[in-house]
């Protein structure tokens, strides 16, 4: 730790996620009855940090096994750092009256389920108060009004909340505590009431039984259509495979048209030692065109990624693949339909795609975490980022290829958009993953925010923004027009969701709230709609895959304007870190399985565990 005092490294490290006294914020809590596990199950979680989430690998980053050992006692000992007394919130308190401590206890819930309660607000006292925020914790807690939100005395919040415990634990006791802030409506004062509920997780009622086809690579998407199946990889490359049996994919062509593309530099300059590119989409029309999304393939997050801000964030592309199976990878299979898509350094990119009566929708990541450039996202949004825009296929083989921009950082802007040909459709999207049609509206995952120090625009002056710059994942049901909550400098979309999370209010009537909330660091990816004779219970509804979270592939169903059931069917430790989610030709359940480089496919749901076994490619 450099000679560093293990509470100063925790402090300067951990808190801002773990919470200064170890009680949990946005990430789990870490106090010593939580702490239940072997000492190295920990030191193998900090040494190794867990992909897809905003936790590092602290060996990468210099700590020794002895230093993470230290650490690993010091959270285990209970010696947390003191808490600086707040006068100001104990005569806050004063005034407000006592607000009781709350424990609510849950029972007979599993693990990945959205679960609603009431909270009763008791002994507020004379003065009405309004709640500014609810600090999440260790089981993604949110509580579903906007807020700020006026409470008298004896009145109840409603609380949502996803149940996301060790990933490795199925069964027992979780329990989530929450610091609700309260203000006097008149601003002269606050105060922090603690809200805990414990959760007794029960086994899933449903395990999907799954045969694993190892692939030649790590997955990035995903598409079916008929007996193909289509797996795209990091480094570019597409196999094509088709169903042979019911359990079995037989590995047809391999395309590496995609991969080919030619790369350039952030200054624009040719890059021909980048090979490879990242494939965020894929989809499949009628006549058996593979559409696909690719940008650079340089990303500077994580361990398998490449370091450095020198991704060209104009390179993002949309390509037609024409003549079915045995012809996708020919010279004269591809046709370029769209170049000079935005993206950013880091993970933010096109990346969903969704075909509906003639248009193709196309999902465009946003520039910045949280609307405002900050170090680890350094470039700032473009009016075509954060946003849906739409396609018409047939003025587009007619136009191909539509350049938006060239290779650089000469970004385009809505005056590149042509109306009937390429439309700026709905925006406010942070970064959108997945995009379906379903019930005949388009439906999209869209990933909440890192966290940390990243601000919002207007939030940037300290007390007058928002409470909270971290959001979670969402599923929104999009219609045209909408704003989906993210803002956007470059067009003017200042305000995050409605307005009513910044301390003075200031609203937002175009935002169009989400559909479901899934919690923090979910990592929402592909989704779905279920049809299929394989799982007829399951029929009609979203599938919707989990890359981190504690959680695998979950079920929803959309009835009217909400999601009136939320249910688990594959879960970790036997399904992690899912990419993709597609349907086979009778009703299969495919899933793309980043890290351990396989596809896993379901026709029935085991008899009692997750149940993987080994299948033949």
């Given at each position: 730790m450099g000679g560093v005092r293990v509470d100063q490294?925790?402090?300067?490290?951990?808190?801002?996620?773990?919470?200064?006294?170890?009680?949990?914020?946005?990430?789990?809590?870490?106090?010593?009855?939580?702490?239940?596990?072997?000492?190295?199950?920990?030191?193998?979680?900090?040494?190794?940090?867990?992909p897809g989430s905003t936790m590092p690998s602290w060996e990468s980053r210099g700590l020794s096994e002895e230093e993470i050992r230290l650490l690993v006692g010091y959270l285990k000992s209970g010696t947390v750092p003191p808490v600086i007394p707040d006068s100001q919130g104990a005569e806050a308190v004063a005034r407000l009256g006592l607000i009781?401590?709350?424990?609510?206890?849950?029972?007979?819930?599993?693990?990945?389920?959205?679960?609603?309660?009431?909270?009763?607000?008791?002994?507020?006292?004379e003065e009405t108060v309004r709640l500014v925020r609810l600090k999440g914790a260790s089981l993604s807690l949110f509580h579903l009004t906007k807020f700020p939100i006026r409470i008298n005395s004896g009145e109840t919040i409603p609380v949502r909340?996803?149940?996301?415990?060790?990933?490795?634990?199925?069964?027992?006791t979780a329990t989530a505590s929450a610091l609700a802030v309260f203000e006097r409506i008149d601003g002269t004062g606050t105060t922090e009431v603690r809200l805990t509920v414990a959760v007794e997780i029960v086994e899933p009622r449903r395990q999907l039984a799954m045969v694993a086809i190892p692939v030649n690579g790590l997955p990035a998407r995903m598409t079916a259509w008929g007996e193909l199946v289509f797996v795209a990889y990091m480094d570019g490359g597409i196999d094509v495979f088709r169903f042979q049996g019911p359990e079995t994919l037989l590995l047809v062509e391999r395309i590496e048209s995609i991969l080919d593309t030619p790369n350039h530099g952030r200054d624009g300059?040719?890059?021909?030692?980048?090979?490879?590119?990242?494939?965020?989409?894929?989809?499949?029309?009628?006549?058996?065109?593979?559409?696909?999304?690719?940008?650079?393939?340089?990303l500077n997050e994580g361990t398998y990624l490449t370091t450095g801000f020198l991704a060209d964030l104009n390179s993002g592309m949309l390509t037609a693949l024409r003549g079915g199976p045995g012809a996708y990878d020919s010279e004269s299979s591809r046709i370029d339909l769209v170049k000079g898509l935005p993206r950013n350094v880091t993970n933010h990119a096109p990346l969903g795609l969704a075909l509906r009566d003639g248009w193709l929708y196309i999902a465009v990541g946003g520039m910045t975490d949280s609307g405002v450039p900050d170090p680890s996202k350094p470039d700032p949004d473009t009016e075509l980022s954060g946003a849906i825009l739409r396609l018409n296929l047939e003025s587009a083989q007619r136009m191909a290829p539509i350049t938006l921009a060239k290779?650089?950082?000469?970004?385009?802007?809505r005056e590149m958009l042509q109306k009937d040909v390429l439309e700026l459709w709905a925006t406010g999207m942070r970064n959108g993953f997945g995009l379906t049609v379903h019930q005949g509206d388009i439906f999209l995952t869209d990933q909440g925010s890192d966290g940390g120090s990243a601000p919002h625009p207007l939030g940037e002056q300290g007390p007058s923004g928002i409470s909270s710059n971290l959001t979670p994942d969402h599923l929104h049901r999009v219609m045209e027009g909408d704003f989906l909550g993210q803002p956007n400098q470059a067009r003017g979309e200042t305000i995050l969701n409605d307005g009513s999370e910044y301390a003075t209010p200031?609203?937002?009537?175009?935002?169009?709230?989400?559909?479901?909330?899934?919690?923090?660091?979910?990592?929402?990816?592909?989704i779905v709609t279920y049809s299929g004779e394989a799982f007829p219970d399951l029929e009609g509804m979203l599938l919707v895959g989990k890359f981190s979270g504690g959680l695998g592939l979950?079920?929803?169903?959309?009835?009217?304007?909400?999601?009136?059931d939320v249910i688990s069917v594959a879960s970790p430790p036997s399904v992690r870190n899912i990419t993709d989610v597609a349907i086979g030709p009778n009703g299969e359940i495919l899933l793309a399985e980043f890290w351990e480089r396989?596809?896993?496919?379901?026709?029935?749901?085991?008899?009692?565990?997750t149940a993987v076994t080994s299948g033949v490619p």
């Open positions: 490294f925790y402090l300067s490290n951990c808190a801002v996620c773990h919470g200064s006294n170890q009680e949990g914020g946005t990430a789990p809590a870490l106090s010593p009855e939580m702490l239940t596990e072997e000492d190295n199950f920990y030191v193998q979680t900090i040494r190794d940090g867990r009781a401590e709350t424990h609510l206890t849950v029972s007979g819930v599993e693990a990945g389920t959205s679960v609603q309660l009431d909270w009763p607000v008791k002994n507020i006292g909340f996803v149940v996301v415990p060790n990933p490795d634990t199925r069964a027992g300059e040719p890059s021909p030692d980048t090979q490879g590119r990242w494939i965020g989409g894929m989809t499949v029309g009628d006549d058996g065109t593979l559409y696909v999304l690719h940008s650079d393939p340089r290779a650089g950082l000469d970004f385009a802007g200031i609203g937002n009537p175009q935002y169009s709230p989400p559909l479901h909330i899934f919690g923090i660091h979910n990592s929402a990816t592909g979950q079920a929803l169903r959309v009835e009217g304007d909400g999601v009136t396989r596809i896993l496919i379901s026709r029935r749901y085991a008899n009692a565990a």
